[in-house]
């Protein structure tokens, strides 16, 4: 999981420098001025530096994140690290650095601080160490970068959608199968397939597909939770297709879990706990 999270990160910075490379200007031939004026009139502008330093920092962050911080706060910054548990049994509640709630309150300096003087120095738990002195200011900084591109990159499920979810009751396959059958068949097809009414329409209008319900390789890798988040929230709010709508004012959560409920039936997956 680690090494795909980095994997996209540098393939990205990859991607920008191949970018300003081919934004470079090249002297045309004879033949070519013609063509050439053209392509310049609609050829994209090179990324300004000040964007290139700060991809380059994410780079940087993100590498160091992993290293140093993922263990506590998971790879994607949901507070689902590995030591995480052990701290739960104790009392203490690791932040989610993916959390808008949380996070759109603190200035960049704020996050900055938390990191280099540590949770003790800042009001905050003292099992958050003070990282400046090991890593220095300047690695500091890069992982400040990083840790704010993680409630857009991975955006958090809201606590009240997780209490929603822990008060509702267990789903029952086939009142899941009434309901999906009246609210998702048009666009996930009879059999969830991804091949309803709309699905057609969706891809050659608006190059979307609905998601194939039936594949056990994708939802395997769910948790209930997440999928009733995406259910509840739409997909939009998880940086998906905006073309999944959120659910939860036309379904109860005991509504939304039965759906789920079916859904791991006709993907042949099992119930799974975030």
Same mark, same amino acid.
């Given at each position: 999981?680690?090494?795909?999270?980095?994997?996209?990160?540098?393939?990205?910075?990859?991607?920008?420098?191949?970018?300003?490379?081919?934004?470079?200007?090249?002297?045309?031939?004879?033949?070519?001025a013609?063509?050439?004026a053209?392509?310049?009139?609609?050829?994209?502008?090179p990324?300004?530096?000040?964007?290139?330093?700060?991809?380059?920092a994410?780079?940087? /962050?993100?590498?160091?994140f992993?290293? !140093? #911080?993922?263990?506590? &706060? *998971?790879?994607? %910054?949901? @507070? +689902? =690290?590995?030591? $995480?548990?052990?701290?739960?049994?104790?009392?203490?509640?690791i932040?989610?650095?993916?959390?808008?709630d949380?996070?759109?309150?603190?200035?960049?300096?704020?996050?900055?601080?938390?990191?280099?003087?540590?949770?003790?120095?800042?009001?905050?738990?003292?099992?958050?160490?003070?990282?400046?002195?090991?890593?220095?200011?300047g690695?500091?900084?890069?992982?400040?970068?990083?840790?704010?591109?993680?409630?857009?990159?991975?955006?958090?499920?809201?606590k009240?959608?997780?209490?929603?979810?822990?008060?509702?009751?267990?789903g029952?396959?086939?009142? /899941?199968r009434?309901?999906?059958?009246? !609210? #998702?068949?048009?666009? &996930? *097809?009879?059999? %969830?397939? @991804? +091949? =309803?009414?709309? $699905?057609?329409?969706?891809?050659?209008?608006?190059?979307?597909?609905?998601?194939?319900?039936?594949?056990s390789?994708?939802?395997?890798?769910?948790?209930?939770?997440?999928?009733?988040?995406?259910?509840?929230?739409?997909?939009?709010?998880?940086?998906?297709?905006?073309?999944?709508?959120?659910?939860?004012?036309?379904?109860?959560?005991?509504?939304?879990?039965s759906v789920?409920?079916?859904?791991?039936?006709?993907?042949?997956?099992?119930?799974?706990?975030?």
């Open positions: 999981m680690r090494i795909a999270r980095w994997s996209s990160i540098s393939l990205l910075l990859v991607a920008v420098v191949s970018l300003v490379a081919s934004c470079q200007p090249r002297t045309p031939d004879a033949g070519s013609g063509t050439a053209v392509a310049d009139s609609v050829r994209p502008a990324p300004s530096p000040d964007s290139l330093r700060k991809l380059a994410i780079v940087r /962050g993100s590498k160091a992993l290293a !140093y #911080c993922a263990m506590c &706060h *998971g790879d994607g %910054g949901n @507070g +689902d =690290g590995e030591t $995480a548990v052990a701290f739960h049994r104790k009392g203490a509640n932040a989610r650095l993916n959390d808008p949380r996070m759109e309150k603190l200035t960049r300096d704020q996050v900055r601080k938390v990191i280099m003087d540590g949770g003790a120095h800042t009001g905050r738990s003292n099992l958050m160490p003070a990282w400046g002195e090991k890593l220095g200011p690695i500091v900084s890069d992982i400040t970068e990083y840790v704010l591109t993680l409630q857009n990159d991975n955006p958090a499920i809201p009240s959608t997780i209490g929603h979810y822990l008060e509702a009751p267990p029952v396959p086939a009142d /899941g009434r309901i999906f059958v009246h !609210y #998702c068949v048009v666009c &996930h *097809g009879e059999q %969830g397939k @991804g +091949d =309803g009414t709309f $699905a057609e329409r969706l891809f050659t209008e608006r190059k979307v597909r609905p998601r194939n319900l039936t594949d390789t994708y939802l395997g890798k769910l948790s209930d939770e997440r999928i009733f988040a995406v259910v509840s929230l739409g997909g939009g709010h998880f940086k998906k297709s905006n073309y999944m709508p959120e659910w939860n004012g036309q379904l109860s959560p005991a509504q939304i879990k789920i409920a079916y859904v791991r039936e006709i993907s042949g997956t099992r119930h799974q706990e975030p």
